[in-house]
T-cell receptor, first 114, second 112 residues
Framework: ETGVTQSPTHLIKTRGQQVTLRCSSQ?????VSWYQQALGQGPQFIFQ???????GRGNFPPRFSGLQFPNYSSELNVNALELDDSALYLC?????????????FGSGTQLSVL | QKEVEQNSGPLSVPEGAIASLNCTYS??????FFWYRQYSGKSPELIMS????GDKEDGRFTAQLNKASQYVSLLIRDSQPSDSATYLC????????????FGKGTTLSVSS
């Protein structure tokens, strides 16, 4: 149990729709990272938020956006869903941005786009 | 393009044997290295971290790092059927905050 909670656990959407995924970080953690894991692949970094500001972004298009709130919880928004967006979306929180910081993942949201 | 390479497997070992999982990475300035275990349908679980050259042991697990060869490995001694999972190697990028770059994972199967 990492203390990182994600909702919902499963979601089914159709192509072109929009989706919002939510993450509550572990108590005391001010940094949240989001990853996308397609079937048979390793997780890929989407972006990171530190104290409500985007602090780094992977190779994902602008239709992937996020927010971090004053309580350090976070949302991942995906607009204009495509079939290839079907994946497990993972959230991880951490207490700083240091390079040695370990990341502990929540249980993930499984998104299916039909 | 920074990459982390792993043999996808499956790697099959009998119960009680040593399982050896390997990983290479392309970014020479990477500083931190992690092994995650992922059971089917579950999220990755951190099992080992290593930052310096050499070996680091934790119970039945030993991580080995060789920065000159850009190589990191995980040894699992006395393998158990419950160790059957996908093992993900992850390397810390120094550019995008604390982003981890993951390999595709190696599937380990331990037979009883």
């Amino acid at each position: 149990e990492t203390g990182v909670t994600q909702s919902p656990t499963h979601l089914i959407k159709t192509r072109g729709q929009q989706v919002t995924l939510r993450c509550s970080s572990q108590s005391g953690h001010n940094t949240v990272s989001w990853y996308q894991q397609a079937l048979g692949q390793g997780p890929q970094f989407i972006f990171q938020y530190y104290r409500e500001e985007e602090n780094g972004r992977g190779n994902f298009p602008p239709r992937f956006s996020g927010l971090q709130f004053p309580n350090y919880s976070s949302e991942l928004n995906v607009n204009a869903l495509e079939l290839d967006d079907s994946a497990l979306y993972l959230c991880a929180s951490s207490s700083d941005r240091g390079t040695n910081e370990k990341l502990f993942f929540g249980s993930g949201t499984q998104l299916s786009v039909l | 393009q920074k990459e982390v390479e792993q043999n996808s497997g499956p790697l099959s070992v009998p119960e009680g044997a040593i399982a050896s999982l390997n990983c290479t990475y392309s970014d020479r300035v990477s500083q931190s290295f992690f092994w995650y275990r992922q059971y089917s349908g579950k999220s990755p679980e951190l099992i080992m971290s290593i930052y310096s050259n050499g070996d680091k042991e934790d119970g039945r697990f030993t991580a080995q790092l060789n920065k000159a060869s850009q190589y990191v490995s995980l040894l699992i001694r006395d393998s158990q059927p419950s160790d059957s999972a996908t093992y993900l190697c992850a390397v810390r990028s120094n550019q995008a905050g604390t982003a981890l770059i993951f390999g595709k994972g190696t599937t380990l199967s331990v037979s009883s």
